[in-house]
């Protein structure tokens, strides 16, 4: 035996510098789980119904084409059917856009911080990412981003509104900044939140896009439509960055129990949409709670609220834990806390008056 074969497979190194992807912590049975912004709600009984009348075919491969659930997108969006590229999950299209767009020596520009995976599917693809940090009102640094572009620049994440923070770009600053990038980079308009979306100012990324060929618009069935564990999301690009998407996807990546279920739950959007009704409401309900105990809160248009707690951040998050609630704390920086069902963000209320008067 050699002695490079006893050292095992040569890794590219490249491997070394990324970052594991860290999921929310799971919680303990009597513990409430705020840590990724999962939909608190069980599936809908039509919904749950049609993963079990599927359920019983697994040992068959899935619709490679995602057939169904594609036609039903494309005329819920008033989209071309060639327009819509699914993925397990959001964040595996997500995968595919940066594999299909940069190499070794590009560059993926992303504010930060933002959605965790940006800077790991950036460098899996052995491309550079470049975080342009977030403004102190948590804003997307726009202008600083464009100054970020070089030759190198093949894709740009714009998170709206932004994972850890909440916080969304309004239409006039996103349509100037789509404007001012070069028609030869993929500007992907991550709308993981859209459906919590209340402030009218937040534009459609899906209106961005219908005139911009190089605007992609990232959506997923993991947040406001409850699917998270069935793993579905989908890209709305021109082409040819939609059939680029379908050569980088890993095959039959989308289930069958995963592409019915999306189906069924667009079918039942309107009892969806009246949980995220609920949701919303508590989000207002929580925000003023802590704005009311002294804490600064910006605007969340999603289903989280941020507080930036710097180098008291996992204090705060252990303070949580020790009152039921698992929280996700960035170290130094703040923690992200999911918007819950009411007890849970009762005792997440109750555990950030308790820290604050300890202050
Ligand atoms: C901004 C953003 N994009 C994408 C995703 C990925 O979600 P999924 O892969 O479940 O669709 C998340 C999940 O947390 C997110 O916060």
């Given at each position: 035996m050699s002695g490079t074969a006893a050292q095992g497979p040569r890794l590219r190194p490249s491997l070394d510098g990324i970052p594991t992807y860290k999921p929310g912590k799971p919680a303990g049975a009597d513990a409430f789980k705020l840590s990724s912004n999962e939909n608190p709600y069980e599936p809908l009984p039509g919904v749950l119904d049609a993963v079990v009348a599927t359920a019983g075919s697994f040992n068959r491969y899935p619709d490679m084409a995602v057939t169904e659930l594609t036609a039903e997108l494309a005329q819920h969006f008033g989209v071309p059917a060639e327009h819509i590229a699914t993925g397990p999950g959001s964040v595996g299209v997500a995968q595919s856009l940066v594999l299909s767009t940069a190499g070794p020596g590009d560059e993926v520009i992303f504010a930060w911080r933002s959605f965790e995976a940006y800077p790991i599917i950036t460098q899996i693809a052995g491309a550079t990412p470049v975080p342009v940090p977030l403004t102190a009102a948590e804003e997307h640094d726009l202008d600083a981003m464009l100054?970020?572009?070089?030759?190198?620049?093949?894709?740009?994440?714009?998170?709206?509104?932004?994972?850890?923070?909440?916080?969304?770009?309004?239409?006039?600053?996103?349509?100037?900044?789509?404007?001012?990038?070069?028609?030869?980079?993929?500007?992907?308009?991550?709308?993981?939140?859209?459906?919590?979306?209340?402030?009218?100012?937040?534009?459609?990324?899906?209106e961005l896009y219908r005139d911009r060929p190089n605007v992609c618009v990232l959506r997923?069935?993991?947040?406001?439509?409850g699917l998270a564990g069935l793993r579905v999301g989908f890209a709305i690009a021109h082409e040819p960055v939609a059939t680029a998407l379908r050569k980088t996807a890993i095959p039959f990546g989308v289930s069958q129990l995963a592409q019915d279920a999306a189906v069924a739950s667009l079918r039942a959007e309107d009892a969806l949409l009246v949980r995220v009704e609920a949701l919303v409401a508590e989000r207002t309900r929580v925000a003023a709670a802590l704005a009311a105990q002294g804490w600064t809160v910006v605007d969340s248009q999603a289903n989280f609220v941020w507080l930036r707690l710097g180098e008291r951040t996992m204090d705060f998050a252990a303070a949580c834990a020790a009152a039921g609630v698992i929280v996700r704390p960035f170290a130094g920086e703040g923690a992200r806390v999911?918007?819950?069902?009411?007890?849970?963000?009762d005792l997440f209320l109750a555990a950030a008056e308790a820290f604050r008067k300890e202050l």
């Amino acid at each position: 035996m050699s002695g490079t074969a006893a050292q095992g497979p040569r890794l590219r190194p490249s491997l070394d510098g990324i970052p594991t992807y860290k999921p929310g912590k799971p919680a303990g049975a009597d513990a409430f789980k705020l840590s990724s912004n999962e939909n608190p709600y069980e599936p809908l009984p039509g919904v749950l119904d049609a993963v079990v009348a599927t359920a019983g075919s697994f040992n068959r491969y899935p619709d490679m084409a995602v057939t169904e659930l594609t036609a039903e997108l494309a005329q819920h969006f008033g989209v071309p059917a060639e327009h819509i590229a699914t993925g397990p999950g959001s964040v595996g299209v997500a995968q595919s856009l940066v594999l299909s767009t940069a190499g070794p020596g590009d560059e993926v520009i992303f504010a930060w911080r933002s959605f965790e995976a940006y800077p790991i599917i950036t460098q899996i693809a052995g491309a550079t990412p470049v975080p342009v940090p977030l403004t102190a009102a948590e804003e997307h640094d726009l202008d600083a981003m464009l100054a970020a572009i070089t030759p190198r620049t093949r894709l740009i994440f714009v998170c709206n509104p932004n994972n850890p923070t909440g916080v969304a770009i309004h239409g006039p600053e996103l349509e100037r900044f789509l404007d001012a990038v070069p028609g030869d980079i993929l500007v992907v308009v991550d709308e993981a939140y859209r459906e919590f979306i209340r402030d009218e100012r937040v534009p459609d990324g899906v209106e961005l896009y219908r005139d911009r060929p190089n605007v992609c618009v990232l959506r997923t069935f993991s947040k406001a439509y409850g699917l998270a564990g069935l793993r579905v999301g989908f890209a709305i690009a021109h082409e040819p960055v939609a059939t680029a998407l379908r050569k980088t996807a890993i095959p039959f990546g989308v289930s069958q129990l995963a592409q019915d279920a999306a189906v069924a739950s667009l079918r039942a959007e309107d009892a969806l949409l009246v949980r995220v009704e609920a949701l919303v409401a508590e989000r207002t309900r929580v925000a003023a709670a802590l704005a009311a105990q002294g804490w600064t809160v910006v605007d969340s248009q999603a289903n989280f609220v941020w507080l930036r707690l710097g180098e008291r951040t996992m204090d705060f998050a252990a303070a949580c834990a020790a009152a039921g609630v698992i929280v996700r704390p960035f170290a130094g920086e703040g923690a992200r806390v999911t918007i819950g069902e009411v007890a849970g963000n009762d005792l997440f209320l109750a555990a950030a008056e308790a820290f604050r008067k300890e202050l």
